[in-house]
């Protein structure tokens, strides 16, 4: 006689446990993909816990672990309520606080319980599925997503859960994400709570506002990144700096020596770095140091205007390529 279904293989420590989230086993389901991507001939059989066992009757998945995913989400939408407990308080909060009342007395008693059970599901690992110690290849945990200790199935579903827990729009947190990146959740969800509003006005001026920020982030980072490379790379020797003259003036080579050991190669990066300059040249005077920022910003406009100057007569030409 032939069967007609195939069993997961379950190691000793996990006989009696469910796959999917590690509570008691049930009953087995008989899976089969839908759409059957891959010819799959005969059910295989997944042990289950009797809530698991529920969910997957509702469930077409065309592999195994999407089936798993599934089953994970609608275990987090049922206990949503649950595992917002460790959103809204730490254990210790839960202990100290003073409920009045049998009905909350007794919610304190058992919510963290209810939060380490809920987590404890949706988190549960299950154990690598195998079928006659032949391992099932392309299972996949790829697109599961970490946050605060607990595992989504995705960013995406991340998203949704967070933003019902947080009491978020979730098209807000959505695009707020998508600027700040996946691994700045807590600073996208920290965002959203301390924007002024969701009115989508209000929202529309709070996600420009982001991106005004980002992007002088991003400038800054990058000034920051090409200074510490002139520091790291240029020590310049003020023997090798030559002195000039230009419209008159004479531009001294401790003010070039600064420019280029602080890569204020530029009138525009000269500008940003201008308090640091006079910081610096004060201590010798504030006449000398307005005379070699004077000198300094003449011969970087000299530099940028006329670049053909710069190739023919500049006579430190070679120390700003460097
Ligand atoms: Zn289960």
Not at 42 to 51: G, N
Request: proline share 3%; with cysteine; net charge negative.
């Amino acid at each position: 006689m032939t069967t007609d279904y195939v069993s997961i293989d379950v190691p000793f420590e996990f006989r009696h446990t469910c796959w999917f989230c590690g509570e008691p086993y049930y009953e087995s389901h008989a899976f089969m993909a839908k759409p059957n991507y891959e010819g799959q001939s005969a059910p295989i059989m997944v042990p289950c816990c009797q809530e698991c066992f529920g969910f997957t009757k509702e469930i077409k998945a065309s592999s195994l672990d999407i089936l798993r995913d599934k089953v994970k989400e609608k275990l987090h939408k049922k206990y949503q309520k649950h595992l917002q407990i460790g959103v809204n308080w730490t254990k210790q909060e839960l202990e100290e606080c003073e409920f009045e009342g049998k009905a909350l007395e007794g919610f304190r008693e058992s919510a963290w319980a209810m939060f380490e059970i809920a987590k404890g599901r949706v988190n549960y690992r299950g154990w690598a599925v195998s079928i006659d110690g032949i391992p099932v290849e392309g299972l996949t945990t790829a697109f599961q997503f970490e946050f605060d200790g607990i595992v989504y199935t995705s960013l995406n579903h991340a998203v949704i859960q967070l933003a019902t827990a947080y009491a978020i729009p979730q098209p807000y947190l959505e695009q707020v994400v998508e600027l700040v990146g996946r691994d700045k959740m807590a600073y996208a969800l920290r965002f959203c709570k301390t924007s002024y509003g969701y009115s989508s006005a209000e929202i529309a001026a709070s996600l420009a506002s982001l991106r005004a920020l980002l992007a002088e982030e991003k400038a800054n980072k990058q000034i920051e990144n090409s200074n510490n490379r002139r520091r790291k790379n240029t020590k310049v020797a003020i023997s090798e700096i030559k002195e000039l003259i230009l419209h008159r003036t004479m531009i001294s080579p401790y003010a070039i020596q600064w420019a280029l050991e602080h890569g204020a190669t530029t009138l525009q990066l000269l500008a940003e770095q201008e308090e640091a300059f006079f910081e610096h040249f004060n201590k010798e005077s504030e006449l000398t140091a307005f005379t070699y920022f004077n000198g300094l910003q003449i011969y970087l406009e000299q530099r940028e205007i006329d670049p053909e100057w710069v190739v023919n007569s500049d006579p430190n030409k070679q120390l700003f390529e460097s």
